[in-house]
């Protein structure tokens, strides 16, 4: 009886396993620069293999320098994700200066500051219920310099990425 079960199981985790997943890719960028903060967007986009759309319940976001969390927020029901097709969802992550200027230990040495962004984005799935589906994404974020605030001419505040 036992090894019968022992089949049964198998049989349903390899089935199980060959299933399509929805997945899911980051990129960051540095979406705009205050005076007081700085608003790096985080742009998810969602692939859904089902013909039918998918909850998005939350989207979980912690940002790192320096191998410390400086940032954690959620974003609560963002929408759904639409059916045989790519999502394209946008999650923006405002960094107060006063916070980059803690961690800018790199400072004095190239005038940016290296992060890396998590995102755990939480799908409720049909018969499998919420799964998350992680992401990250290291890059740097060129500080502006007083010029280019007070309208300086060149842009010191692209955002360079590395995938992970």
């Not at 019968?4 to 929805?22: E, H, Q, R």
């Not at 692939?47 to 609560?76: D, Q, W």
Request: proline share 6%.
């Amino acid at each position: 009886m036992a090894e019968l079960f022992d089949k049964a199981k198998n049989f349903v985790a390899d089935k199980v396993g060959a299933i399509k997943k929805p997945e899911a890719d980051l990129d960051v960028d540095v979406h705009k620069m205050g005076l007081h903060e700085v608003t790096l967007m985080a742009n998810i986009s969602i692939t859904n293999p089902y013909s039918h759309s998918i909850p998005i319940c939350e989207v979980r976001y912690t940002l790192f320098s320096a191998g410390k969390e400086i940032l954690s927020g959620t974003m609560p029901d963002p929408g759904d994700i639409e059916e045989n097709d790519v999502t394209l969802l946008k999650v923006p992550v405002k960094v107060p200066y006063n916070i980059l200027m803690t961690i800018a230990k790199d400072l004095g040495r190239d005038w940016d500051i290296d992060y890396e962004v998590r995102v755990g984005l939480i799908v409720d799935l049909p018969i499998f219920g919420n799964i998350t589906i992680p992401l990250s994404k290291k890059g740097e974020i060129k500080l502006p310099t007083a010029s280019s605030i007070f309208g300086g001419g060149d842009d010191d505040s692209k955002d360079k990425n590395d995938d992970e």
